[in-house]
């Protein structure tokens, strides 16, 4: 099992730009979730997924997008970049988030956005 | 928006030397506390996964208790190593919400 994957490692972005974090995860979990990591923040949810199909907001939603088509893959769109959103970004899956299962965490994404 | 609070913030020990740090969290509607070990440069990793209150679990030489009446987790390390040096993150899950709120963490330092 490779897990969590995220790719890339690093992205550099100018402001206005677009792009789409990749997430995937080979265990079949149902759960899966999107944070950002700046410093004296701790993680801060952004959105998660309890289903293909099913989308919420976490804390932080504003600037970014989500879908679940399938099980295995959850994609965080940047709509257009701000400098605000230079963060590390890591994605989580868990085998159901009904109980608060324990969460598997990718390698993350380092963004800075210019 | 959950408040979920770590102290201290940092601490630093000497190797040898036995340590604890403090979660606290709402105690209204809770479902789980996650503690989470966090290296530089990787990812999180889980320690615990705690339910019910008055819980204890061990891994090897980390512990954490439970008190979900009150509201706060201990997270104890006995004999800390320079290995041990992270930063340990705790996370409660509400049932209502369906999503783990994160403390900002305890960076600790074991000096050799």
């Known amino acids: ?114 | 928006i959950l408040n979920v609070e770590q102290s201290p913030q940092s601490l630093h020990v000497q190797e040898g030397d036995s340590t604890n740090f403090t979660c606290s969290f709402p105690s209204s509607n809770f479902y789980a506390l996650h503690w989470y070990r966090w290296e530089t440069a990787k990812s999180p990793e889980a320690l615990f996964v705690m339910t019910l209150n008055g819980d204890e679990k061990k891994k090897g030489r980390i512990s954490a208790t439970l008190n979900t009446k009150e509201g706060y987790s201990y997270l104890y390390i006995k004999g800390s190593q320079p290995e041990d040096s992270a930063t340990y993150l705790c996370a409660y899950f509400s049932g209502s919400a369906r999503q783990l709120t994160f403390g900002s963490g305890t960076q600790l330092t074991v000096l050799p």
């Open chain 1, 1 to 114: 099992n490779a897990g969590v994957t995220q790719t890339p490692k690093f992205q550099v972005l100018k402001t206005g730009q677009s792009m789409t974090l990749q997430c995937a995860q080979d265990m079949n979990h149902e759960y899966m979730s999107w944070y950002r990591q700046d410093p004296g923040m701790g993680l801060r949810l952004i959105h998660y997924s309890v289903g293909a199909g099913i989308t919420d907001q976490g804390e932080v939603p504003n600037g970014y997008n989500v879908s679940r088509s399938t099980t295995e893959d959850f994609p965080l769109r940047l709509l257009s970049a701000a400098p605000s959103q230079t963060s590390v970004y890591f994605c989580a899956s868990s085998p159901w988030g009904k109980r608060g299962d324990t969460q598997y965490f990718g390698p993350g994404t380092r963004l800075t956005v210019l």
